[in-house]
């Protein structure tokens, strides 16, 4: 199985923004409910926010008005735009598929993830 890439992480102040992305095969993206998780150290994996193939979204609530996910098919590429970022979002983000439809679970392979930390 060919793994998703994650990136466009970094070191951001309270505040700031960016955008994380994630790529994935195009025989696979267009047709697949993906997700984005983030885990924050010493703590389990969480779930951010999850975008049908049709761009129905679910966010969780502790994220909702400040990271958006989006997808664009034809790029093959998920997005996790970040706003007002705070120092608890520092964490690893991960991208994956999602089985189930918006309130499944994620299945596949782990990739490497994108650091983001956030410096109060």
């Known amino acids: 199985q060919v793994q998703l890439v994650e990136s466009g992480g970094g070191l951001v102040q309270a505040g700031g923004s960016l955008r994380l992305s994630c790529a994935a095969p195009?025989?696979?993206?267009?047709?697949?409910?993906m997700v984005w998780y983030r885990q924050a150290p010493g703590k389990q994996r969480e779930f951010v926010a999850v975008?049908?193939?049709?761009?129905?979204?679910r966010e969780a609530d502790s994220v909702k008005g400040c990271l958006t996910i989006s997808r664009d098919n034809g790029k093959s590429t998920v997005y996790l735009q970040m706003n007002s970022l705070k120092p608890e979002d520092t964490a690893v983000y991960f991208c994956?598929?999602?089985?189930?439809?918006?309130?499944?679970?994620?299945?596949?392979?782990w990739g490497q993830g994108t650091q983001v930390t956030v410096s109060s």
């Open positions: 975008i049908s193939s049709g761009g129905i979204i």
């Open positions: 994956n598929y999602f089985n189930g439809g918006l309130h499944g679970s994620p299945f596949g392979s």
């Open positions: 195009r025989s696979r993206l267009s047709n697949n409910v």
